[in-house]
T-cell receptor, first 110, second 113 residues
Framework: GEDVEQSLFLSVREGDSSVINCTYTDSSSTYLYWYKQEPGAGLQLLTYIFSNMDMKQDQRLTVLLNKKDKHLSLRIADTQTGDSAIYFCAGGSTLGRLYFGRGTQLTVWP | DTGVSQDPRHKITKRGQNVTFRCDPISEHNRLYWYRQTLGQGPEFLTYFQNEAQLEKSRLLSDRFSAERPKGSFSTLEIQRTEQGDSAMYLC???????????FGPGTRLTVL
């Protein structure tokens, strides 16, 4: 079955880089996604990567994908207090449901 | 375009009552998804539509739940005879297809007393 695992908590100091990790079991996932959720809000799509890519960079965000190990990471450069939120990793194909992890609570200390 | 909207944002109901939620997707997005999220968990898939056709339903969607998208635009999710275990955030998302990137609304928080 489809399963996505993430560590639950990460704390970093403002200005440092944050790296949030995720492992997934479904090798048929065509796309892998990162979402951000702030308290009481819906999910904001941050970025996604196609499964045949190794890396994608989008401003302060860098996504790395190791398809062999089924490992995905999100690096946030120059982390700010406004980046404090829950970050969800998700996998899916070109059609249908996404499978989400439990989320990583990122806390940024000033 | 203002994104995906959901109504109401909050709903408090008594056990046994029926509730209905509405989702308005981003215009021209032909796919619409419903998820449920409980505290400390990621969203769990409930059902999705391509245009007006309901293509998949999760086993989580008991016979007390029904969803419609009558004209391929907005969608409704109805829960009959609510139970305390139905308390959750109900999220709607829409997608233009392509990379199946899904854009979420703010959610409807349901509390069943």
């Amino acid at each position: 079955g489809e399963d996505v695992e993430q560590s639950l908590f990460l704390s970093v100091r403002e200005g440092d880089s944050s790296v949030i990790n995720c492992t997934y079991t479904d090798s048929s996932s065509t796309y892998l996604y990162w979402y951000k959720q702030e308290p009481g809000a819906g999910l904001q799509l941050l970025t996604y990567i196609f499964s045949n890519m190794d890396m994608k960079q989008d401003q302060r965000l860098t996504v790395l994908l190791n398809k062999k190990d089924k490992h995905l990471s999100l690096r946030i450069a120059d982390t700010q207090t406004g980046d404090s939120a829950i970050y969800f990793c998700a996998g899916g194909s070109t059609l249908g449901r996404l499978y989400f992890g439990r989320g990583t609570q990122l806390t940024v200390w000033p | 375009d203002t994104g995906v909207s959901q109504d109401p944002r909050h709903k408090i109901t008594k056990r046994g009552q029926n509730v209905t939620f509405r989702c308005d997707p981003i215009s021209e997005h032909n796919r619409l998804y419903w998820y449920r999220q409980t505290l400390g968990q990621g969203p769990e898939f409930l059902t999705y539509f391509q245009n007006e056709a309901q293509l998949e339903k999760s086993r989580l969607l008991s016979d007390r739940f029904s969803a419609e998208r009558p004209k391929g635009s907005f969608s409704t999710l109805e829960i009959q005879r609510t139970e305390q275990g139905d308390s959750a955030m109900y999220l709607c998302a829409s997608s233009p297809g392509l990379a199946n990137e899904q854009f979420f609304g703010p959610g409807t928080r349901l509390t069943v007393l």
